[in-house]
């Protein structure tokens, strides 16, 4: 199973701010859409909270919660109601080994910056939104700079049509191979 993260980011890894996303870009959110549709995405509490309207259409949404009974006690699921597609893990190995065990060939972590931590030693390739505005109040950052020896290689790059920031690919670099074994 490939495991991948995406992320948008501002040029200081700024990937929130308040609890949200600071910045508003049809074009990242189309390319969001389009890379993860289909694939189980898996994403901390607060990610999920943070949707206005529930768990993302046309994916296994797998949300990591430590609170115990989340799910049940939760007002907002309760609000919307029993998905199929909607999964509460208490680890992020418990989730990958939900995708695993559903045959999944590929998966996206899509946040928070915990979440992200916690999957880069798994991950395969990181898709990443460089968005060129930077954000004044931002509190979350994105684990890494992937522009430092982090052990990531650029694999691909390709500007937004609306000149707001460029679409980028990382791989593992060379020697940077061995991750954890997951035990599925």
Not at 15 to 26: F, T
Not at 87 to 100: I, N, P, Q, T
Not at 113 to 136: G, N
Request: charged fraction near 20%; include cysteine.
């Amino acid at each position: 199973m490939k495991i991948n993260i995406i992320v948008a980011m501002d040029p200081n890894r700024c990937i929130g701010a308040n609890g949200k996303i600071p910045w508003i870009c049809q074009e990242d959110l189309t390319h969001f859409r389009n890379t993860t549709l289909f694939h189980p995405i898996i994403m901390g509490r607060k990610t999920f909270e943070s949707f206005k309207y529930g768990p993302l259409d046309k994916r296994h949404n797998l949300v990591l919660s430590s609170r115990r009974f989340w799910e049940l006690s939760n007002p907002y699921l309760s609000h919307v109601g029993a998905h199929a597609n909607l999964d509460v893990c208490s680890s992020l190995l418990e989730a990958f080994a939900k995708c695993y065990h559903r045959h999944e060939l590929e998966v996206f972590v899509i946040g928070g910056a915990q979440v992200y931590e916690a999957a880069l030693p798994y991950t395969d390739k990181i898709y990443v939104t460089r968005i060129t505005q930077c954000v004044e109040n931002g509190d979350t950052f994105f684990p890494i700079d992937l522009g430092m020896r982090t052990g990531w290689v650029r694999d691909s790059s390709v500007k937004m049509e609306w000149g707001s920031g460029k679409f980028e690919t990382y791989v593992r670099a060379e020697g940077n191979e061995v991750r954890p074994y997951i035990h599925c």
